[in-house]
């Protein structure tokens, strides 16, 4: 089965290449915290930002327009032990779909500006979703990534 | 911008059709959290999974395929005032690409077994992703949907 879907916009972002993401950098929880910049949603989908900026955080899908091929057993950035890539965050996947937690800072018309910035300038973007309480999970295991983040 | 994706497998559900998940009932933060499926990858790709049962938690980016157009200003299940498609989590969206945080119970070769089930049978898998402690946020604000879950 086939998906076939649409860029709903770009992300504009301080990090202009992939080269500028420094592995083991930002790798610990808070590592891209400081780091903004903003969503800019086509003309054509702007109303459907309306009451977004309630949420304090977003969820973008987004895809990894760099990204050229995949193995099913990837060396992870963090690690020298091959992962299933699925086990992984890597952008050389299956279906080269990126996902991350973004905050908030304010929405004007179609641009919204956040915080936790990780993905390269004109990333395009898939999708938006709010962040809810269902999203918040406790006491998670993270397998191989155990001791490799703080 | 086009992007082209391929199914990567099949969820497996209590929930047959759309209609058997009645509106309102697992609209807490728990809601879901005893409802049990499996997901089903192709064996093609099921090397990936591999090192995936470390991890209490995962994502499923998965395609609404039930979905039939979208409005961006769309009324909510939980609500009556129309919101922003983009501030909710509805299944008619631009993109009909829906998102889910599972708890993993264990794998068996290309089968996961999972609870947090909020997908219907047949569903196809787009993605599956670790989740991992830059996904957790606290102290969330989550606008239109205050008091509306508990």
């Given at each position: 089965?086939?998906?076939?879907?649409?860029?709903?916009?770009?992300?504009?972002?301080?990090?202009?290449?992939?080269?500028?993401?420094?592995p083991?950098?930002?790798?610990?929880?808070?590592?891209?915290?400081?780091?903004?910049?903003?969503?800019?949603?086509?003309?054509?989908?702007?109303?459907?930002?309306?009451?977004?900026?309630?949420?304090?955080?977003?969820?973008?899908?987004?895809?990894f327009?760099?990204s050229e091929g995949y193995k099913l057993l990837t060396i992870p950035l963090l690690g020298e032990t091959p992962r299933g890539v699925f086990a992984t965050r890597s952008p050389h996947r299956p279906?080269p779909?990126?996902?991350?937690?973004?905050?908030?800072?304010?929405?004007?018309?179609?641009?919204?500006?956040?915080?936790?910035?990780?993905?390269?300038?004109?990333?395009?973007?898939?999708?938006?979703?709010?962040?809810?309480?269902?999203?918040?999970?406790?006491?998670?295991?993270?397998?191989w990534?155990?001791?490799?983040?703080?």
């Amino acid at each position: 089965m086939v998906i076939i879907l649409k860029s709903i916009g770009r992300v504009h972002s301080p990090f202009k290449k992939k080269e500028d993401i420094e592995p083991g950098k930002y790798a610990n929880k808070q590592g891209f915290k400081k780091i903004e910049g903003e969503l800019e949603i086509e003309e054509e989908f702007a109303q459907g930002l309306s009451d977004i900026e309630g949420f304090s955080h977003i969820f973008v899908i987004f895809a990894f327009h760099k990204s050229e091929g995949y193995k099913l057993l990837t060396i992870p950035l963090l690690g020298e032990t091959p992962r299933g890539v699925f086990a992984t965050r890597s952008p050389h996947r299956p279906n080269p779909i990126g996902l991350t937690v973004l905050k908030v800072i304010k929405r004007q018309g179609n641009i919204i500006r956040v915080s936790g910035m990780d993905m390269i300038e004109g990333t395009p973007i898939i999708d938006i979703k709010p962040y809810t309480p269902r999203d918040q999970k406790e006491g998670i295991q993270i397998g191989w990534l155990t001791d490799k983040i703080k």
